[in-house]
């Protein structure tokens, strides 16, 4: 893995002004007339000379709006946010929300009315990947771009496509060569629900444990997203007494796994626990009790000590109520909108082309993430942290350990496809 410092990348004005725009401090209520509609929409987006509208696409029903729903809160905040200092070009953000419903031919159907009958000029969405592969030939057939948050196995790349979590490198190997330093393990079971992340998942786990960290799997398991029963595999669990518990469970399915492991005696004290999926959003359904001493690999955790975090979390907050948590695939929804805004004044145009050209320059940047600084990889991948979170009873987390820089993203890592 490759690493940098983001320190080479500040002092410059440019990104300084980005950084200013980016926190509202530069009010941009005047491009409006500087960007006249004829020149930043050639191409017969949803834009006036006052609005331009977005989509927003998430599952607000069925077995993953346990996940999803915090993400399109954050989508809806950032552009709120937006809003309120000016917009982007001088425009305000309307929003057009579509309901995936958990169903990946839904997801597809709406992602074709969002780019055909509504002409948006972005669209913020998916959680899963099998929603996002199902979406993935409406936005390059019809020329639109997705802002994707959700962390994933990787093995992939679009031109439509701008990926705002981690890739495999970044979380899955990140995350096991951590367990295997820190807990000596050589043993692991492995656990995911049944489609294309997990699945993809565990086979790049697999290739890592096996030929590079030199140990040994003694189970692998999936069940069908939504299943609640996880008792025969707990039993084989016990039988197979792993070093570690490797999992990628989720959604719905994620409250029965952790509460049924719970009941089975099956915990901290007894068990080290790395899971792939589990963030603030999910241990609400799943009870902090539940998941106490278990570990998480993310980038981001809401309990995240500094400024730029602390602001975020108390506008989330105040927008969606105190008993509101953040989670990663959150944070990292809260950044699209704010990486559109920053490659459209780059671009000077909401014109797709123009905004995949300026995307793939490097030269994109948010100084004032809540994570912290975020830098857009030529790939549309982030430079990010690896941390390692540790559950507390009260459903926060304990970073317990952080990648010394932020770790290049590498979608297509040699000897893993």
């Given at each position: 893995?490759?690493?940098f410092?983001?320190?080479?990348?500040?002092?410059?004005?440019?990104?300084?002004?980005g950084?200013?725009?980016?926190?509202?401090?530069?009010?941009?209520?005047?491009?409006?007339?500087?960007?006249?509609?004829?020149?930043?929409?050639?191409?017969?987006?949803?834009?006036?000379?006052?609005?331009?509208?977005?989509?927003?696409l998430?599952?607000l029903?069925?077995?993953?709006?346990?996940?999803?729903?915090?993400?399109?809160?954050?989508?809806?905040?950032?552009?709120?946010?937006?809003?309120?200092?000016?917009?982007?070009?001088?425009?305000?953000?309307?929003?057009?929300?579509?309901?995936?419903?958990?169903?990946?031919?839904?997801?597809?159907?709406?992602a074709?009315?969002?780019?055909?009958?509504?002409?948006?000029?972005?669209?913020?969405?998916?959680?899963?990947?099998?929603?996002?592969?199902?979406?993935?030939?409406?936005?390059?057939?019809?020329?639109?771009?997705?802002?994707?948050?959700?962390?994933?196995?990787g093995?992939?790349?679009?031109?439509?496509?701008?990926?705002?979590?981690?890739?495999?490198t970044?979380?899955?190997?990140?995350?096991?060569?951590?367990?295997?330093?820190?807990?000596?393990?050589?043993?692991?079971?492995?656990?995911?629900?049944?489609?294309i992340?997990?699945?993809?998942?565990?086979?790049?786990?697999?290739?890592?444990?096996?030929?590079?960290?030199?140990?040994?799997?003694?189970?692998?398991?999936?069940?069908?997203?939504?299943?609640?029963?996880?008792?025969?595999?707990?039993?084989?669990?016990?039988?197979?007494?792993?070093?570690?518990?490797?999992?990628?469970?989720?959604?719905?399915?994620?409250?029965?796994?952790?509460r049924?492991?719970?009941?089975?005696g099956?915990?901290?004290?007894?068990?080290?626990?790395?899971?792939?999926?589990?963030t603030?959003?999910?241990?609400?359904?799943?009870?902090?009790?539940?998941l106490?001493?278990?570990?998480?690999?993310?980038?981001?955790?809401?309990?995240l000590?500094?400024?730029?975090?602390?602001?975020?979390?108390?506008?989330?907050?105040?927008?969606y109520?105190?008993?509101?948590?953040?989670?990663?695939?959150?944070?990292?929804?809260?950044?699209?909108?704010?990486?559109?805004?920053?490659?459209?004044?780059?671009?000077?145009?909401?014109?797709?082309?123009?905004?995949?050209?300026?995307?793939?320059?490097?030269?994109?940047?948010?100084?004032?993430?809540?994570?912290?600084?975020?830098?857009?990889h030529?790939?549309?991948?982030l430079w990010?942290?690896?941390?390692?979170?540790?559950?507390n009873r009260?459903?926060?987390?304990?970073?317990?350990?952080e990648?010394?820089?932020l770790?290049?993203?590498?979608?297509?890592?040699?000897?893993?496809?």
């Amino acid at each position: 893995m490759k690493y940098f410092s983001r320190r080479k990348f500040l002092g410059k004005t440019s990104n300084l002004i980005g950084a200013m725009l980016a926190a509202g401090l530069i009010s941009t209520s005047v491009m409006a007339t500087e960007f006249p509609t004829a020149e930043v929409n050639t191409t017969g987006l949803a834009v006036t000379d006052d609005t331009v509208t977005v989509g927003i696409l998430h599952s607000l029903t069925g077995t993953m709006a346990i996940s999803e729903t915090g993400a399109q809160e954050a989508e809806r905040l950032a552009i709120k946010q937006i809003n309120e200092s000016g917009g982007i070009l001088g425009r305000q953000i309307r929003v057009i929300r579509e309901d995936g419903a958990s169903d990946w031919p839904t997801f597809a159907e709406k992602a074709r009315k969002l780019l055909i009958n509504d002409k948006v000029a972005a669209v913020f969405g998916c959680w899963t990947s099998a929603s996002r592969k199902a979406v993935l030939p409406v936005f390059e057939q019809h020329n639109g771009i997705l802002y994707y948050p959700t962390f994933y196995e990787g093995l992939e790349q679009s031109k439509n496509v701008i990926y705002t979590g981690q890739e495999a490198t970044q979380q899955i190997l990140a995350g096991l060569d951590w367990v295997a330093e820190e807990k000596g393990a050589k043993t692991y079971f492995l656990i995911g629900s049944d489609y294309i992340w997990p699945r993809t998942s565990m086979k790049i786990a697999r290739i890592h444990i096996e030929q590079v960290l030199g140990g040994r799997v003694v189970g692998e398991e999936y069940k069908p997203l939504g299943d609640t029963q996880f008792g025969s595999i707990i039993n084989r669990i016990r039988l197979r007494k792993p070093d570690v518990i490797f999992a990628a469970v989720v959604g719905g399915s994620n409250v029965a796994w952790f509460r049924q492991l719970n009941a089975a005696g099956i915990n901290s004290d007894n068990q080290t626990l790395l899971t792939l999926s589990v963030t603030e959003d999910e241990v609400l359904g799943i009870g902090g009790e539940n998941l106490e001493g278990f570990y998480s690999v993310m980038k981001y955790f809401q309990s995240l000590d500094n400024p730029n975090n602390k602001a975020f979390v108390e506008a989330f907050k105040a927008e969606y109520g105190e008993d509101s948590v953040i989670g990663d695939v959150t944070q990292a929804a809260y950044l699209g909108p704010w990486l559109w805004k920053a490659a459209v004044e780059k671009a000077g145009s909401f014109d797709i082309d123009k905004i995949v050209e300026v995307s793939r320059t490097g030269e994109i940047e948010l100084d004032t993430a809540p994570e912290g600084y975020v830098r857009l990889h030529p790939n549309h991948h982030l430079w990010s942290y690896t941390r390692i979170g540790k559950w507390n009873r009260d459903g926060q987390a304990t970073v317990v350990y952080e990648s010394p820089e932020l770790i290049e993203p590498n979608p297509f890592p040699e000897g893993y496809q």
